[in-house]
């Protein structure tokens, strides 16, 4: 027997089989389209990627125990409607009723970064704990709560949208996909790395990111790490503040969860000890009652470019 993950994003939508044991036996993508409408619902999309990895995977209906799929945005679980979602614009679709006229099996969808911690749970670095906090760190900030061994929703499957904490009320923070200014997701994604990076190259013109910049063809998250390492002071700054940022948010999640270790995926969590020993070592000393609680662990996630694909699977299963 297999499982189907759909892994939605702003990108691409991809879709793996599954073995129960989480072995990924194929997997594919197609792009996600500039806009979807009451014509073209994002629902067809996901059914081409089905249709494809069953054909890839050479297995048929009958072999798959259940679909799930990770969609960004506010998910009702229960209903299996997209109830709205920023940065790939939908409203009040009724995914799972309109793929089960094509698939009659179990299909389950919920937030990508529910997901994503349930796939660690099963799958990954959060095997062997309860309670986790799982932070992805990309085009925005996802979370996604594991309490008691169970994912943590929220009423009406509303909450965990630990990304738009709003960390900074001022008139002039920035402004987030949402609507609101100074949400968690505008200081501390990958997107916001690359804005603060950007930022210091304008300030400082002999820095060497301006040199890694261009080996690389762009900025990208990786631009003022590489220059941190190499000695460059600007590119350090940038590295420290945005630790900082990160560090904001997670202190605030533990002070209300305390749990048994917060997994950092997403494409900065690729700098690894580099990003995690700092940041453990803030958020240990910054918590409230820091002498007294217990320690937190901070890890990297495990499952990396897979996670989307088997959280999803994860959440079939």
Not at 197 to 225: C, N
């Amino acid at each position: 027997m297999y499982l189907i993950g759909i892994d939605v994003g702003g990108m691409s939508i991809k879709g793996g089989a599954v073995a129960l044991n989480g072995e990924i036996i194929f997997k594919t993508s197609i792009p996600t389209a500039e806009k979807y409408t009451a014509d073209y619902s994002i629902s067809e999309d996901i059914k081409k990627v089905i249709d494809l990895v069953i054909e890839g995977a050479k297995i048929s209906l009958c072999d798959v125990k259940g679909i799930g799929i990770g969609q960004p945005g506010s998910i009702d679980s229960k209903k299996g409607i997209i109830r709205y979602s920023n940065n790939i614009a939908l409203e009040k679709v009724p995914v799972v009723d309109e793929l089960k006229k094509y698939f009659d099996i179990p299909i389950y969808i919920n937030n990508d970064a529910n997901c994503a911690a349930l796939g660690e749970l099963v799958f990954g670095a959060g095997k062997g704990y309860n309670d986790i906090v799982f932070v992805t760190l990309g085009t925005g900030v996802g979370t996604g709560f594991i309490i008691d061994g169970k994912l943590f929703e929220g009423r009406e499957c509303a909450g965990a949208e630990g990304g738009h904490m709003v960390i900074n009320t001022s008139q002039d923070a920035p402004m987030c996909n949402c609507g609101q200014r100074g949400c968690w997701e505008t200081y501390a994604s990958a997107t916001a790395l690359m804005r603060q990076t950007k930022e210091a190259m304008e300030k400082y013109p002999d820095s060497i990111m301006h040199k890694l910049a261009q080996e690389e063809g762009k900025v990208s998250g990786k631009t003022a790490f590489g220059a941190a390492k190499l000695g460059d002071k600007a590119g350090q700054e940038v590295v420290n503040n945005y630790m900082s940022y990160i560090t904001c948010g997670l202190v605030n999640l533990v002070n209300v969860f305390c749990p048994e270790a917060i997994l950092i995926g997403g494409g900065i969590s690729n700098e690894k000890e580099y990003l995690t020993v700092p940041i453990s070592k803030a958020v240990n000393e910054g918590r409230f009652g820091a002498k007294f609680n217990p320690t937190i662990e901070v890890k990297t996630a495990s499952l990396k470019n897979d996670a989307g694909i088997l959280g999803a699977a994860a959440l079939a299963l």
